[in-house]
């Protein structure tokens, strides 16, 4: 009798140790996370911000996809350096900004979008994507046979290159004999080609949504600038806003015309897009909180991207002891 109760006892312990370790194993085990990075030129920065906030949360990234910006944040992520990438984005001011940009004659496009891509090289060796620790696909537009390019293998920067070329602004990208434009011509929100796990969630960051902008204040280095820059620095300003208008009732120039479409058309498609795939947290990045060229406020905008997803992330987990509670 002794025996079986010693037996039966030990039984016993095994077990709460088993149910003990279990416990701990899923403690411990990250949440596996499929990310969807919109286009959305400057405020596309602020998914530095997201991604740094869901590995502080305890989340692993097992894939990404991204259009435009997105497919830029995701690939210096994917690559392992986004806090190089970080870094240099934040000790840009305007005129480093605008001295990146490099303007051209074309009657395709008004800047070449080599000379960024050349100093990101400097810092950041190219690499191919099926190279990558983390599956990575970028969405480019073959904008001559109306068709979506996908890249998840070759050169990172060639996608990068091919995704952010914003129509009429960049040149067009030649790969193989096709113009490829900025991917969020036909998929600003590419949830559609990122690759899946089990038991992943799908997590989407849109950052150009008609939500509410609540402004934040963030202090930024102030730098002084001289007279010839100054000068330099209102004849670039001035091709820009020949862009993307100052304000609201600017008159609409041609190119300004053709930004305001293009801009109702990512949208609509973006709206269609969430309302057919329907992700497990949706970070929304409010459309007016930065201009499509504010690269010289990427602190703030990373701030943005960071509060944005904690508020989000706060959301999830509630409704998740919620369900648990029911």
Same mark, same amino acid.
């Given at each position: ?102 303007? *051209?004659?074309? =009657? ?5 979008? &080599? +000379?960024?891509? #050349?100093?990101?090289? /400097? $810092? ?92 934040? *204040?963030?202090? =930024? ?5 001289? &007279? +010839?820059?100054? #000068?330099?620095?209102? /004849? $670039? ?90």
């Amino acid at each position: 009798m002794k025996l079986i109760k010693l037996v039966f006892g030990i039984f016993i312990i095994f077990a709460i140790s088993v149910n003990i370790s279990k416990a701990q194993d899923n403690k411990n085990k990250k949440t596996m996370v499929s990310l969807v990075l919109s286009s959305g030129g400057a405020r596309g920065i602020a998914h530095i911000g997201v991604i740094e906030e869901l590995e502080r949360q305890g989340f692993e990234i097992r894939s990404i996809s991204g259009t435009s910006m997105g497919a830029l944040v995701g690939g210096m992520y994917a690559a392992g350096k986004l806090d190089v990438y970080k870094e240099w984005m934040c000790s840009l001011g305007k005129m480093d900004v605008l001295n990146l940009i490099d303007f *051209t004659l074309s =009657r395709n496009g008004l800047i070449k979008g &080599e +000379k960024i891509i #050349k100093e990101m090289k /400097k $810092m950041i060796p190219d690499r191919n994507i099926e190279d990558l620790p983390i599956t990575y696909t970028a969405v480019a537009t073959d904008i001559v046979n109306g068709k979506e390019v996908i890249f998840n293998s070759g050169s990172l920067y060639d996608a990068i290159r091919a995704s952010i070329s914003i129509p009429t602004v960049f040149k067009p990208f030649n790969v193989n004999g096709s113009m490829l434009v900025d991917g969020g011509v036909l998929n600003p929100i590419p949830i559609s080609i990122v690759k899946r796990h089990d038991n992943d969630i799908l997590i989407v960051v849109d950052v150009g949504s008609d939500k509410k902008y609540e402004t934040q *204040t963030v202090k =930024r280095k102030e730098i002084k600038i001289n &007279e +010839k820059q100054n #000068k330099l620095l209102f /004849k $670039m300003q001035d091709t820009i806003n020949n862009i993307i208008p100052k304000s609201k009732t600017d008159k609409l120039s041609y190119y300004n015309l053709l930004n305001k479409s293009t801009s109702l058309m990512v949208q609509k498609i973006s709206e269609m897009t969430l309302e057919k795939y329907k992700p497990d947290i949706l970070i929304e990045i409010p459309k007016s909180s930065f201009g499509t060229y504010d690269f010289y406020k990427s602190t703030e905008i990373i701030e943005l991207g960071t509060n944005e997803t904690k508020k989000e992330l706060q959301k999830y987990f509630n409704n998740k002891t919620i369900s648990k509670k029911k």
